[in-house]
């Protein structure tokens, strides 16, 4: 323990379900195999350095609930504590990654080369700090929406001015990602989108983020830099528009600036929610185009409708989401981030590690429960047999022939549908068994 912040609290261990511990894994259990694989590398956790470490713990009505050694956040020394804490949670809860922001990890300085500097030097402790222990990076990212700069975007600034200075910032933050041996590259764009249609011209918006990324790729393939680029789709807030809504959207605009094979998708869940739809829709969806990628884990409040970035509590959803990412494949580059902020009212050092100590055990739960559906099988039996009509040749056939033909065959009433059950309450029963 390099600080005493986090004093009397022991490195968290696995103990199995039947701890009486507060803080011991229950069910994560880092060597476990499951379906062949370690459960720490099917998981590939990561603490955000942003929530866990800059945010203060305010919120729209109020100001900075938590004490913390490292504030106030705009002096070098405090960045320097800051870190020597975060290490030292890294090394209580032994997850294998951490992700930044450059905002989170340097306070800013008076002009680009000041904030450079100081942000580089954070690197370099990092790096000696990373060179002694486990710990890797799974991504680092440019915060391009806190900074007044950024009020009217990054890229799809309407002043060339900030595209120049977001072009800047990105190639700070994937060269320090790439000195890290950083195994992904984040774009996610809060500012990317619009307040109102009135003052914006959404083509030339486009444009210039579709050119940026194209940017991204060409400096990524120029540095050697062997990691997945990934962009992180969210509907709204802090934009009352986003460009990146949705996987959907997302995928349209990568297939349109010629970046479908070269970028993959960061996907949150509580951006899932925020945007209509389930976190396993986004998954299966991003996994049928090919650009799944990695996860936020963290969850929102059903009933408040905005991004509370809790941690996940919800092993049945939880176990749904691992359940699509075991089906294709699982991870490569990518992980398990937790995106995941404290309430304002956890105030302690305890708090921070039982918030991820909870989390990596609801997950690991998930993770278990997915590996037995898929080793027993029942959804893709239920499937195959669903759609098993589409096994003979002659409804094959079907998709080779044309309208006419068909019409023929229906009309002389040699193709007759008949109804049959989906079966949606006994899959929702089989679900529940493994959970
Ligand atoms: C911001 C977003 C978060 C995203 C992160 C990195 O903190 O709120 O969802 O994952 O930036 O891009
Ligand atoms: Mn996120």
Redesign the pocket.
Known sequence: MTHPFFEGIAPVRYEGPDSDSPLAYRHYNPDEIVMGKRMEDHLRFAVAY?HSFAWEGGDPFGGQTFERPWYPQDQMKMAQVKADCAFDMFDILGQPYFCW?DADIRPEGADFAESHARFESIIDIFEQKMATRPVKLLWG?A?M?GHRRWMAGASTNPDPDVFAYAAATVKMCMDATHRLGGENY???G?REGYETLLNTDLTAELDHMGRFLNMVVEYKHKIGFKGTILV?P?PQEPSKHQYDYDVATCYGFLQKYGLEQEVKL?I?QG?AILAGHSFEHELALAASLGVLGSI?MNRNDYQSGW?T?QFPNNVPEVALAYYHILKAGGFTTGGTNF?AKLRRQSLDAHDLIAGHVGAMDICARGLKAAAAMIEDGGLEDALAERYAGWSTPEAQALLDSDFDSIFARVHAGKIVPQPRSGRQEQLENYVNWFV
């Open positions: 942003w922001h990212t915060n929406f984040v774009l996610w809060g992180e969210k960061n949150e951006h936020d991004d970035d995106d």
